[in-house]
């Protein structure tokens, strides 16, 4: 939950992020693989090298594919404000939900 009172949801493209929520039959909760502002670590890696003997355990699913992260919205009155454009572009959203809908 942040200030606002309202609640981040993200539906990852990645299959082994997407099998575990599924196996486990309920929503996984985490935060960014980089500290902030630092860029996002892409392999294990990188995750290892920003959070070394602070994790336990890190799950090596290759690569990640996306370059541009996780476009972040927020929905308020039947619009959709773009906070953080990402993989899902504007159009993208207006083609969706309707022109008038998409803010920024």
């Known amino acids: 939950m942040n200030s606002s009172g309202g609640?981040?949801?993200?539906?990852?493209s990645e299959p082994v992020a997407t099998g575990l929520v599924r196996a486990l039959g309920r929503p996984l909760?985490?935060?960014s693989a980089n500290p902030s502002g630092q860029p996002p670590a892409r392999t294990v890696q990188q995750a290892k090298n920003y959070f070394a003997g602070a994790i336990d355990l890190f799950i090596d699913a290759g690569e990640l594919i996306s370059r541009t992260g996780s476009t972040?919205?927020?929905i308020r009155a039947n619009a959709i404000n773009i906070i953080r454009?990402?993989?899902i572009g504007k159009s993208e959203l207006q083609r969706a939900v309707g022109e008038s809908e998409v803010v920024r």
């Open 7 to 12: 609640i981040g949801v993200r539906i990852s």
């Open 29 to 31: 909760t985490a935060t």
């Open 72 to 74: 972040v919205v927020e």
């Open 85 to 87: 454009e990402g993989e």
